[in-house]
């Protein structure tokens, strides 16, 4: 967090806005020009730190979302076998679904949320 507040700072002192600005760079030009002008006032080490851990947050949410589009094709099938159950009673389904409901994470919960708004509840539900 130092590091990045440093960067912060710095970044705001050295302003290498024009390097955002230019409509005509490319992906690879920008880079190439950040890598420079980090050379330039020597804080290659903590913009190096910076990317870094920028690629690693984008990693792991890259993960996250591949493992719930994993996740959630069970959990809708096992959401209809209960929906489309006939020996459920109203309080046996709203129960079954809860339970089911609690094996997701909260970004899954949220996707159930928008598709089965009915099964929500406020106080329960992140």
């Known amino acids: 967090m130092k590091t990045l507040l440093l960067l912060t700072t ?14 005509h760079m490319s992906r690879g030009q920008r880079e190439k020009a950040l890598d420079n002008w980090a050379d ?7 913009y190096n730190r910076y990317k870094n851990a920028t690629a690693a947050a984008k990693g792991e949410r890259r993960k996250a979302i ?3 589009l994993e996740d959630l094709p069970k959990f809708f099938n096992d959401l209809e076998k209960i929906e489309t159950g006939q020996n459920y009673t109203y309080e046996q389904e709203r129960d079954a679904v809860q339970e089911l409901r609690s094996t997701l ?3 899954d919960r949220r996707v159930m949320r928008r598709y089965n708004s009915h099964y929500y509840e406020p106080d329960t539900i992140e």
Do not use: M, N, V
């Not at 970044?11 to 806005?17: E, K, N």
């Not at 330039?40 to 903590?46: E, M, N, V």
């Open 10 to 23: 710095l970044t705001c002192t050295t302003q290498p806005w024009h390097i955002f600005d230019d409509p």
């Open 66 to 68: 591949l493992k719930a």
């Open 40 to 46: 330039q006032y020597g804080l290659t080490d903590a």
């Open 105 to 107: 994470d909260a970004r």
